[in-house]
């Protein structure tokens, strides 16, 4: 009677002689059909007769054999190299060699084999070494199962929309045999010994894995086509690194137990710890990270950056932000720095005197509190030129910008900035990105001056694109605004009109002196402001000269008080006369809109300051109180723009109208402001000259 070890050995036989007649049929086939003679044809060819040579000597000498280990080591090299046929065919040389260092990787591996064969039939070893080849042998041929899987997997997904049909049955045949495989060694790893049924039908399985590849590689396959990514390329590395870590552990974990007792022991609290120290010092490291991006790109790809998803990223972000509601001008530097793989970035913009200011800092928290300005070497170069500024050579004098000045500490060589991106846009110069040294340090090269020139240009775009909504958005409400005050200005000067009748029919028709005296003398006040203010209104949307004269500010400073009454005070310091050259009644304008600005900022019993003081070629005065405060992106942006304003009932001109006033007179205003600690106005007028004694006018177009 036939027991059930002799039943899988029969079927194990059947099995092998159909898989060597399936394939050997395959072959003559194959070589029959009227294609051409490619790559992928001929190693197809060697890969069916080599199976079948596998296939006879297996159904001959059966599964312990040694020339059947030989025979299945050169039948898994024949399938790698069918798929490095595959994967060089129709690709270009560089994606050829990428995939080719894989399998070459692979090959390596299967002809270790050969050692593990040399070692088990030459030498005379106990059979508990035997064993451990065994599993030795499994794990070897566990790891190129899974790197061949992870091949095929990248040549479907790889392949274009129109190749798939044609890579489908060739996909699917190698991919049955390789997980086969896979299956029957790890149990025999897990086991310790063949498995018999599993090794029975082996022959069976190859046999019908083959049919449908072989007439696959009877088709015309000459337009397939592999594109693969580098997102591909990193997962499919990242599995291989994962599969030969867990074989490695795994073999290790054999071999121990074959060192003696204590000797096991010690080694395996060893081998634990270290591990275990290396995942925590490594795996959470961003640098470790860094570093093995960096090196992947410098030995696995030509180019550094993959455009297409680089480009992708950038809309991404720009469109979308950081995190919901961020200002574009944080997007940006985050965008750049991303390209870089900086830890942060800052965006400089270039403001009305055209120097390149900080507008925004992204994780920079140290460069946001020195507020800095960008050197005039480098805003002068970056005008007149789309240059990105690497500041390792600039620093060493070897860079086009030319020899390096002194540097303020936040640009030396010991601090973090690595290089400055122009944002130019139609040859303007529209800001500047100043990116961090990446976690890992390298060189700047041609590729990352082309792709950051290109970036800049496209984000300079976007900040010149909101710079014109943001203009016609103010100049639809300067129209609004301008329609509005033409019915204001006709009212105010119809009741001017009617209050100088008034005063005058007064004076001449009063019976009581001294009440009309009075009265008269209101009259006259008033109708002197009203035209005062229609003067003043009428400078919105026309232009007039400013006549220009000496007196004494620190005269109509000492008046300030006066204007406000006893409602807040207001404190004074004059050290003596200052006599500047300027228009009293504009400078008296902006400072009673400073002053009242001040006081609606400050509590009901803090004072507001206005000083006064002389300096070499011009006069300072100051408004200083202890309010609020205003934080540096509204000063920047809004605290000058007209119709915003930080009161719920102010109409958002009066900062404005302040500085134009005093540019009008060749004077400059500036603001300091920390929020919770107050405001800082300061106006710098020039001084009189000494000898000048009598009124001089000088005309300048109001700004």
Same mark, same amino acid.
């Given at each position: ?11 194990? $036989? ?126 070897? /041929? ?12 990248? $040549? ?97 974990? /054999? ?19 270290? $591990? ?90 140290? $460069? ?99 710079? &014109?909504? /943001? ?36 004076? /001449? ?17 008033? &109708? ?165 004694? &009598? ?9």
């Amino acid at each position: 009677m036939i027991g059930v070890a002799q039943t899988w050995d029969m079927i194990g $036989l059947v099995s092998a002689i159909g898989c060597a007649a399936a394939c050997s049929v395959a072959a003559i086939w194959l070589t029959r059909r009227p294609l051409a003679w490619r790559r992928e044809r001929i190693t197809g060819l060697a890969a069916l007769c080599l199976t079948a040579l596998w296939a006879g000597v297996l159904a001959a000498l059966g599964p312990q054999s040694l020339a059947t280990a030989a025979a299945e080591a050169v039948r898994n090299l024949s399938w790698l190299a069918l798929l490095h046929a595959l994967f060089a065919g129709g690709v270009d040389r560089e994606t050829a060699q990428r995939v080719g260092f894989v399998i070459a990787s692979l090959i390596f591996v299967e002809l270790l084999q050969g050692v593990v064969l040399a070692a088990v039939f030459m030498l005379d070893a106990p059979p508990a070494f035997s064993v451990s080849a065994l599993h030795v042998s499994a794990l070897l /041929r566990m790891l190129v199962a899974i790197g061949a899987l992870v091949l095929l997997h990248n $040549l479907y997904t790889g392949a274009s929309h129109q190749d798939r049909a044609g890579t489908r049955w060739v996909a699917l045949s190698l991919s049955a045999l390789w997980v086969f495989e896979l299956n029957h060694y790890a149990v025999t790893w897990f086991s310790g010994e063949i498995p018999g049924q599993i090794a029975a039908i082996r022959g069976l399985v190859v046999g019908f894995a083959f049919v449908p590849l072989a007439m696959a590689l009877g088709a015309d396959v000459r337009r397939l086509q592999f594109r693969a990514s580098r997102k591909v390329a990193f997962r499919s590395l990242s599995l291989l690194l994962i599969g030969a870590y867990l074989i490695a552990m795994a073999g290790l974990a /054999r071999l121990l137990p074959l060192i003696e007792a204590d000797g096991a022991r010690l080694a395996q609290v060893g081998f634990l710890v270290a $591990l275990l120290t290396v995942m925590a010092l490594w795996l959470p490291s961003n640098r470790f990270r860094a570093w093995a991006k960096v090196t992947a790109q410098k030995h696995l790809f030509s180019h550094r950056y993959d455009y297409r998803a680089e480009w992708l990223r950038l809309a991404d972000t720009i469109a979308r932000g950081v995190d919901e509601g961020d200002a574009l001008q944080l997007r940006i530097p985050k965008a750049m720095a991303d390209i870089t793989e900086s830890p942060s970035a800052a965006l400089f913009l270039a403001d009305s005197d055209g120097a390149l200011v900080l507008a925004e800092a992204w994780r920079w928290p140290t $460069l946001a509190d020195e507020a800095p300005v960008l050197p005039s070497q480098i805003t002068a170069f970056l005008s007149s030129r789309d240059y990105v500024i690497d500041l390792e050579q600039w620093r060493k004098g070897k860079s086009a910008a030319g020899a390096a000045e002194l540097l303020p500490a936040w640009l030396d060589q010991s601090s973090t900035a690595w290089a400055i991106v122009p944002l130019r846009h139609f040859d303007r110069l529209q800001g500047a990105v100043l990116l961090a040294r990446p976690l890992i340090d390298r060189q700047l090269d041609w590729e990352d001056f082309d792709l950051l020139t290109v970036v800049g240009r496209q984000l300079a775009s976007y900040l010149a694109e909101q710079a &014109s909504q /943001r203009a016609l958005m103010e100049a639809a409400r300067f129209d609004e605004f301008n329609r509005r005050m033409a019915f204001v200005l006709h009212d105010i000067k119809n009741l001017a009109s009617q209050l100088s009748l008034l005063s005058h029919n007064a004076q /001449r028709h009063g019976d009581n002196p001294a009440f009309h005296a009075d009265m008269l003398k209101t009259l006259q006040t008033s &109708s002197g402001k009203l035209n005062a203010l229609i003067r003043r209104l009428g400078r919105y949307g026309s232009g007039r000269e400013t006549q220009l004269e000496s007196f004494d500010v620190a005269r109509m400073v000492r008046d300030i008080p006066g204007r406000f009454g006893p409602l807040h005070r207001i404190d004074v310091a004059c050290a003596g006369p200052c006599v500047v050259m300027g228009d009293p009644e504009g400078l008296e304008q902006a400072l009673v809109h400073l002053v009242q600005n001040a006081i609606d900022a400050s509590p009901l019993e803090a004072p507001v300051c206005v000083a006064v003081r002389e300096g070499a070629s011009e006069a300072i005065l100051e408004i200083v109180d202890v309010g609020e405060g205003m934080d540096a992106a509204f000063v920047r942006d809004k605290l000058f723009a007209a119709f915003v304003s930080s009161k719920s009932d102010g109409f958002g001109i009066g900062a404005m109208e302040a500085r134009d006033l005093v540019r009008a007179m060749g004077g400059r205003l500036e603001v300091q402001s920390r929020v919770g600690l107050g405001t800082r106005f300061t106006i710098r007028l020039p001084l009189a000259e000494p000898d000048r004694t &009598s009124q001089n006018t000088l005309t300048q177009e109001a700004a």
